[in-house]
């Protein structure tokens, strides 16, 4: 069926190392998706987000990436620090307009930020 | 302007009982949609509610409710817990001026079912 999955489990780098996290999504009709950020004990948090006329959007050390070609969508973290540690997930929302279907999320990836 | 706030943010159950949660949204927001989250689905889409309207539903049994004030508060309701229903419940809330606009998550109730 179709879904929002991620490649990785889980992602060790090097505390200053730039990081990127991968997406791969497969509906075509998918126009507005999101990165989020969720620590232990908490709700997903906002980190940035990117409209299907785009390919890239940047953020405060962020960057997001989106190929609509092979429908994939990245994270990239720059300088990586200890609080970036946490479970990322990419969303899709599959429909704008005053029905919005509800958010997809891919099953997230572990970033583990190593001293 | 405070975030989404979840009450209450524990809860235990047993099978069979119904329980009841809340949310408030951002102020302003006017939709609010609920999410379930478990390890082993992740996170998966309840239902969404604009206007006091249930506007759009996931692929969850009727056991799963919800409804919304008309100050946008919403509750959501699970009758005859199962076991499997040991989750945490997420709610998010959006303004919503057509779509496509960020939801912002509250912190979560974590429900488990003895």
Redesign the interface.
């Known amino acids: 069926g179709e879904s929002v999955g991620l490649h990785l489990p889980t992602l060790s780098v090097q505390e200053g190392d730039n990081s990127i996290i991968n997406c791969a999504y497969s509906n075509s009709a998918s ?2 998706f ?1 990165w ?1 950020k969720q620590e232990s ?6 980190i940035i ?1 990117i ?1 299907s006329n785009m390919d890239k959007r940047q953020g405060q050390r962020v960057t997001v990436l989106l190929n609509k070609t092979v429908k994939h969508l990245s994270l990239q973290i720059a300088a990586t620090q200890p609080g970036d540690s946490a479970v990322y ?1 990419c ?1 899709e ?1 599959r ?14 990836t572990h970033l583990i930020i190593q001293p | 302007k405070a975030g ?1 706030t979840q009450t209450p943010r524990y809860l235990i159950k047993t099978r069979g009982q119904q329980v009841t949660l809340s949310c408030s949204p951002i102020s302003g927001h006017r ?1 609010v ?1 609920w ?1 379930q989250q478990t390890p082993g689905q ?4 309840l ?2 509610y ?1 206007s006091e309207t249930q ?2 539903k ?1 692929n969850f049994p009727g056991r799963f409710s919800g409804r919304q004030f008309s100050n946008s508060r919403s509750e959501m309701n699970v009758s005859t817990l199962e076991l499997g229903d040991s989750a945490l419940y ?1 709610c ?1 809330s959006r303004l ?1 001026r ?3 606009e ?7 109730t974590r429900l488990l079912v003895l």
């Open positions: 126009d507005y999101i989020y004990g908490k709700g997903p948090q906002f987000d409209r997930f969303a929302n429909g704008t307009g005053g029905g919005a279907d509800g958010l997809t999320f891919g099953k997230g | 989404v939709s949609s999410y992740g996170l998966q889409f239902f969404e604009f506007r759009n996931g997420l998010a919503d057509g779509g496509g960020t939801q912002y998550f509250g912190p979560g």
